[in-house]
């Protein structure tokens, strides 16, 4: 991928953060749950009880130490515009969900749903779109993902889904606080790696990497055979 792909990537996320938030916000700006998502969040949220456990342990991948956490081991790998970025990623979280709870004024469903399920620790009340959780996992997988290859970029976007399910399951938030968290945290990401740049691979180098693997591929086939 060039630079330039690169970069468009990163303006498009970050574009399409905004659009994702906005019709979240546009939707849940009267502060209620309407019915299409009241039927979402119920399917989640009166699930079996057996999932408290693990999700309330899963929703521990979106506090606000992970990004530090990361940053810290990308700085040990010496990966100096990650770790950056995972810090940007971090204090952009802190401003940017400040701002849209002063734009979009919803509590948490132990207040707005009359039967919503709060499991754990979990708040009743208190500030719901968008989820600080969901914007933080989100943003962090988009700066890591293009660091990573083949199946493991599948990882960081599985975390997403997880905590974004899990803090609907524990009655922390409903579904457009998390899918406007996801927006958020699109902004925010795409934002880190156009301030700090994302390395790639010059063709040169792309197609030496591309003939050592075709070698390695064909040397494991050679064994088997």
Same mark, same amino acid.
């Given at each position: 991928?060039?630079?330039?792909?690169?970069?468009?990537?990163?303006?498009?996320? =970050?574009? #399409?953060?905004?659009?994702?938030? *906005?019709?979240?916000? /546009? %939707?849940?700006?009267?502060?209620? !749950?309407?019915? @299409?998502?009241?039927?979402?969040?119920?399917?989640?949220?009166?699930?079996?009880?057996?999932?408290?456990?693990?999700?309330?342990?899963?929703?521990?991948?979106?506090?606000?130490?992970?990004?530090?956490?990361?940053?810290?081991?990308?700085?040990?790998?010496?990966?100096?515009?990650?770790?950056?970025?995972?810090?940007?990623?971090?204090?952009?979280?802190?401003?940017?969900?400040?701002?849209?709870?002063?734009?979009?004024?919803?509590?948490?469903?132990?207040?707005?749903?009359?039967?919503?399920?709060?499991?754990?620790?979990?708040? =009743?009340? #208190?500030?719901?779109?968008?989820? *600080?959780?969901?914007? /933080? %996992?989100?943003?962090?997988?988009? !700066?890591?993902? @293009?660091?990573?290859?083949?199946?493991?970029?599948?990882?960081?976007?599985?975390?997403?889904?997880?905590?974004?399910?899990?803090?609907?399951?524990?009655?922390?938030?409903?579904?457009?606080?998390?899918?406007?968290?996801?927006?958020?945290?699109?902004?925010?990401?795409?934002?880190?790696?156009?301030?700090?740049?994302?390395?790639?691979?010059?063709?040169?180098?792309?197609?030496?990497?591309?003939?050592?693997?075709?070698?390695?591929?064909?040397?494991?086939?050679?064994?088997?055979?």
């Amino acid at each position: 991928m060039s630079m330039f792909r690169r970069r468009s990537l990163d303006a498009y996320a =970050s574009l #399409g953060g905004v659009g994702l938030l *906005g019709f979240c916000a /546009l %939707v849940a700006r009267d502060g209620t !749950v309407d019915p @299409p998502e009241l039927t979402v969040f119920h399917a989640i949220n009166q699930l079996p009880e057996f999932l408290s456990g693990p999700m309330q342990g899963a929703q521990f991948l979106g506090v606000l130490a992970v990004g530090p956490i990361a940053a810290a081991v990308a700085a040990i790998l010496r990966r100096w515009r990650l770790a950056l970025a995972f810090v940007l990623v971090t204090g952009g979280k802190l401003i940017a969900e400040r701002i849209v709870w002063q734009l979009v004024v919803r509590s948490r469903p132990g207040t707005t749903v009359s039967d919503a399920i709060v499991r754990g620790n979990t708040p =009743s009340g #208190g500030a719901s779109f968008v989820s *600080g959780h969901v914007v /933080l %996992v989100t943003g962090l997988a988009w !700066v890591l993902t @293009p660091y990573l290859r083949g199946g493991w970029r599948v990882v960081p976007w599985a975390v997403v889904a997880l905590v974004a399910f899990a803090r609907v399951y524990l009655g922390a938030h409903a579904p457009l606080d998390v899918l406007g968290g996801i927006g958020v945290g699109l902004l925010v990401g795409g934002l880190a790696n156009l301030a700090v740049g994302v390395p790639v691979a010059r063709p040169a180098e792309a197609a030496v990497q591309r003939e050592v693997q075709r070698e390695a591929g064909a040397t494991e086939h050679e064994g088997a055979a």
